[in-house]
């Protein structure tokens, strides 16, 4: 049967089951389903280019257009997941899993005869999460890594307690906020060094976490971090970005924490303030990166908003994830420049506890993916199916989109007219 349509069908099973297994590892105890919707928006020149027969302006505008009509719904608790692609609000293609003892089961309306089951040891080794290990990660426990983690950083933070001195009393302004007391931090640049990069390999040298770290390779190794240690140690201090930080406070309760990492002209500027149930962090790094973090506890919403410049080009995102009990809504915009005005990408995202359905209908003929794999008249019938119902699917988005069917019709061959013959000399 063709490897590409079993391959896609086994990564759409793989990133449900991967969906059910995050769900399932959150901690919560609720199912989730979120609809997820994109636009394009701005100067589409920087996409033209010549697709089919008709020139890239038509092919940008059918494209936005599609994709400003397409909503992706995936739903997941621990045991059961479901997507399903929508066009202007109408169910047009959905696949969902189960979890069963050994493996997954899924059915679809691109097979809607079978019920296709897949063993944990066939999903792994059809889709390798890039070397990563599945086992290493479906055996990741984020409460213990958060344990670890805190266990790990918790020595950092008395250090650091430990290394405040003597408040000060005056008028500072800092980040536009007038505050009265002045903590200053004596703390060098190595030794801030030496205790994140001390805390970091302990951290990939728990067990907790060691399986899935060995997946990474030596980059991302205690060994690594280890070596990195020994080279700072070895650097005298008046060769590292002189550091300065403090802590702020006023009357109202307000605090802020600035560190300063400064060499040669340039530097780091970090400033982390809270003023009642709200945090706002900013990040100035070199110039090239800026970002602003807002955290309103009360109303339970965030927002952000971060630029970067890299090989001359700036690029931004920004948006904001209100959520208000079992609802949250998350809104993005994604720019970069392109012709008069910057491109941007819109995503709008609307997240419930609304629990997935498992839809098999009775009936269906039971087919294993192994057995797929192994006898070709199966494999050939189930191909043809897959192949009749994207024929089917396709149809319907030709119905919604007519321009965009235009594009993908092939060239007209162009028939050249032969050269007329001269009459003969009278």
Request: charged share 20%; glycine share 8%.
């Amino acid at each position: 049967m063709s490897t590409n349509f079993l391959s896609g069908i086994l990564a759409l099973i793989f990133a449900l089951t991967s969906f059910c297994g995050g769900v399932a590892g959150s901690g919560t105890d609720h199912p989730v389903t979120t609809e997820i919707g994109v636009a394009l928006d701005g100067d589409l020149s920087a996409l033209t280019g010549s697709i089919g027969s008709v020139q890239s302006p038509d092919a940008v505008g059918a494209v936005t257009k599609l994709l400003s009509a397409l909503t992706i719904r995936l739903s997941a608790d621990a045991s059961v997941g479901q997507m399903q692609v929508k066009l202007n609000g109408s169910p047009v293609a959905s696949l969902s899993v189960q979890k069963l003892e050994d493996g997954w089961a899924a059915v679809s309306d691109l097979f809607p005869s079978t019920k296709l089951t897949v063993k944990n040891e066939s999903l792994a080794a059809a889709i390798p999460a890039e070397g990563i290990s599945l086992s290493a990660l479906s055996s990741l426990n984020p409460e213990a890594l958060a344990g670890v983690v805190a266990a790990h950083v918790t020595p950092v933070l008395e250090t650091l307690k430990a290394k405040l001195g003597e408040p000060e009393t005056g008028s500072f302004t800092v980040g536009g906020v007038e505050y009265t007391q002045k903590i200053p931090v004596s703390l060098t640049t190595k030794e801030a060094l030496d205790l994140v990069l001390t805390a970091v390999k302990d951290i990939l040298s728990d067990e907790t976490v060691s399986g899935l770290v060995s997946q990474f390779g030596q980059d991302l190794s205690p060994e690594s971090v280890e070596n990195a240690l020994e080279e700072l140690r070895s650097k005298d201090e008046s060769e590292l970005p002189v550091l300065s930080a403090a802590t702020y406070k006023n009357e109202a309760g307000d605090t802020a924490t600035e560190i300063l990492l400064e060499k040669d002209g340039e530097g780091i500027n970090f400033l982390a303030t809270v003023s009642g149930n709200k945090a706002t962090v900013t990040l100035d790094a070199l110039g090239q990166l800026n970002a602003v973090v807002v955290i309103d506890g009360e109303n339970s919403q965030y927002q952000w908003d971060i630029s970067a410049v890299s090989g001359g080009t700036a690029m931004g995102i920004n948006g904001s994830l209100k959520v208000q009990g079992e609802v949250s809504d998350l809104e993005a915009v994604l720019s970069m420049p392109a012709g008069e005005t910057p491109l941007q990408l819109k995503i709008k995202a609307h997240s419930t506890w609304e629990a997935p359905a498992f839809e098999a209908s009775e009936g269906l003929k039971e087919l294993a993916l192994e057995d797929l794999q192994k006898d070709e008249e199966a494999g050939a019938a189930f191909n043809t199916e897959i192949t009749q119902s994207l024929m089917t699917l396709l149809m319907k988005v030709s119905q919604e989109f007519p321009e965009l069917m235009t594009l993908m019709a092939p060239p007209s061959p162009q028939v050249e007219e032969a050269p007329a013959e001269e009459a003969p000399a009278a």
